[in-house]
Structures are given as structure tokens and as C-alpha cells.
């Protein structure tokens, strides 16, 4: 089945303590990107990926790192988690670019007391 | 001001009513993404158009992109289609990247 994974799902963890959420997709798209969801904000783009190895900022990359070393995978990392990083995160993927479907994972509910 | 403004915020229905719900943008835009965000969470994507006016079974969006407006219809509503309605949009200047609305909660009653 194509889709978008990602791992832990719910994330309770304390300030400053390194974490990694996991994207995983199986449809061979280049195109991934992290999203974050506050209420009243809606969803804001934090980094994508046109392609391995090319990473760019979104909106709100302060405090967030990633990778993409291979395609199917775009982890976002928080090397010293704080409380404003409480949120909804969704990865999604699509096939080149903004212009196409995009996929949606189904999001890691993360907080940081 | 956000760039990109949905109305209304929030929307109660009957079931059978045509549902309308509006998209704004204040950029020059490439195209728009229409998504559905389930109660649990889950968001799917249901429109991407650049011009005139698509069709999926009871859904209708159209865009006009000069006027800087999209809208998304439900025909014949049904409680399923209780969801927060995201618009998206694809910057002219940074196709890279997208922006989004804050979404139209709906909610159709029996």
C-alpha cells in the first residue's frame, strides 16, 4: 500500500532532550516536506526536500534539523526540544513537487513539558 | 493579515444542504491545493488547480486566479463530510514551498 509513515505517532518527552521523528515513504517521490499545526495557525511549513541530499527551509525551521540522505526517508530532529515546539507535525511527500498530490503521514502528536 | 484567508472559520449544516466554503489569497499564486482533514486527524488531498473549475463525485472546486479566490462545494452534503477543509497555495515567487489557510471546520448533521 503507498504511503506515508511516520514514527512515534505521540511523543511525551522533556525540554532539551534530543528527539527524532521518523518519515518514511514508499512511493518513491522526491518531493518531502514537515509541517507543524497549531491551533488558530493552521499547518507551517518547517524544512523540504526537492531530492536527496537538497534540503531547504520553510517557514518556522528555528530549533529543527533534517536530513535526507535517502529518498524514501526525511527525519526531523530536535536537538534541545522546548515547550513552543509542542504541536501536531505531519510529513507528506509527492512525486516532484508542490505542484503535485500531495501525501500526508499521519502526523506525531509531540509534547515537551 | 495571512496571505491566505478561508471563510467561513466554522460551518454547521443539514444534511442535503450545497455547501460552499471560500479560499483568499493576497499573493500571485501558481496554483492551490484543496486537502480534507478528517476528525482523527488524517489529511488527504482532494483538488490541485490553476485554472477553471474541477470535479470529484460531489465535489466541485473552482479557482480564479486573478481575482485571487477559490472556492470548494459539496453537493448534497452528507455527514461524512464532517472535516476541516485546508486551502493550500504554490507562491509564484517560491513554488517550493506552500502556504496554507487555517481551514473551515464543517459539520453536517443527520
Known amino acids: 500500500e503507498a504511503q506515508v509513515t511516520q514514527n512515534p505517532r505521540y511523543l511525551i518527552t522533556v525540554t532539551g532532550k534530543k528527539l527524532t521523528v521518523t518519515c518514511s515513504q514508499n512511493?518513491?517521490?522526491?518531493?518531502m516536506s514537515w509541517y507543524r499545526q497549531d491551533p488558530g495557525l493552521g499547518l507551517r511549513q518547517i524544512y523540504y526536500?526537492?531530492?536527496?541530499?537538497?534540503?531547504d527551509k520553510g517557514d518556522v525551521p528555528e530549533g529543527y534539523k533534517v536530513s535526507r540522505k535517502e529518498k524514501r526517508n526525511f527525519p526531523l530532529i530536535l536537538e534541545s526540544p522546548s515547550p513552543n515546539q509542542t504541536s501536531l507535525y505531519f510529513c507528506?511527500?509527492?512525486?516532484?513537487?508542490?505542484?503535485?498530490?500531495?501525501?500526508f503521514g499521519p502526523g506525531t502528536r509531540l509534547t515537551v513539558l | 493579515k495571512n496571505e491566505v484567508e478561508q471563510s467561513p472559520q466554522n460551518l454547521t449544516a443539514q444534511e442535503g444542504e450545497f455547501i460552499t466554503i471560500n479560499c483568499s489569497y493576497s499573493?500571485?499564486?501558481?496554483?492551490l491545493h484543496w486537502l480534507q482533514q478528517h476528525p482523527g486527524g488524517g489529511i488527504v488531498s482532494l483538488f490541485m488547480?490553476?485554472?477553471g473549475k474541477k470535479k470529484h463525485g460531489r465535489l466541485i472546486a473552482t479557482i480564479n486566479i486573478q481575482e485571487k479566490h477559490s472556492s470548494l462545494h459539496i453537493t448534497a452534503s452528507h455527514p461524512r463530510d464532517s472535516a476541516v477543509y485546508i486551502c493550500a497555495v504554490i507562491v509564484v515567487k517560491d513554488t517550493d514551498k506552500l502556504i496554507f489557510g487555517t481551514g473551515t471546520r464543517l459539520q453536517v448533521f443527520p
Open positions: 512511493m518513491n517521490h522526491e518531493y
Open positions: 526536500s526537492m531530492n536527496v541530499e537538497v534540503t
Open positions: 507528506a511527500s509527492s512525486l516532484w513537487a508542490t505542484t503535485d498530490t500531495q501525501y
Open positions: 499573493v500571485g499564486i501558481s496554483a
Open positions: 488547480l490553476s485554472s
